[in-house]
């Protein structure tokens, strides 16, 4: 069985800047989508970003200009580089692997996720 195991997370000031990572138990992930998902309390888990193994890549509204999501193939692990963190960003965040080239935005597709982490965010 593939794990995924999540680092980063914590709590930190509203302003800040965090970085997540996720490695993959097994180098196995290099034709596949990674994406990212965050859940708030009392909402569904959304995607906001996806990187696929060749040239895409998506990052939705609320994160544009402020959150990254990149991959490194050689270490099999994706990563989410967030800036400008505000309150409404705390969440569960996870990492996502689905056995495809594409990158859905439904989480039911995907095969494999992180642990979660949680993000704290304070004004």
């Known amino acids: 069985q593939v794990q995924l195991t999540e680092s980063g997370g914590g709590s930190l000031p509203s302003g800040g800047s965090m970085r997540l990572s996720c490695v993959a138990s097994?180098?196995?992930?290099?034709?596949?989508?990674m994406a990212w998902f965050r859940q708030i309390p009392g909402k569904q888990r959304e995607a906001f970003g996806r990187?696929?193994?060749?040239?895409?890549?998506h990052i939705t509204s609320f994160a544009t200009g402020r959150f990254n999501a990149s991959r490194d193939n050689l270490k099999n692990t994706p990563f989410l580089q967030m800036n400008s963190l505000k309150p409404e960003d705390s969440a569960v965040y996870y990492c996502a692997v689905i056995t495809s080239p594409a990158c859905p935005l439904d989480a039911d597709p995907y095969n494999f996720w992180g642990q979660g982490t949680q993000v704290t965010v304070s004004a």
């Open positions: 097994e180098n196995t992930f290099r034709s596949n989508c």
């Open positions: 990187v696929g193994p060749v040239s895409f890549k």
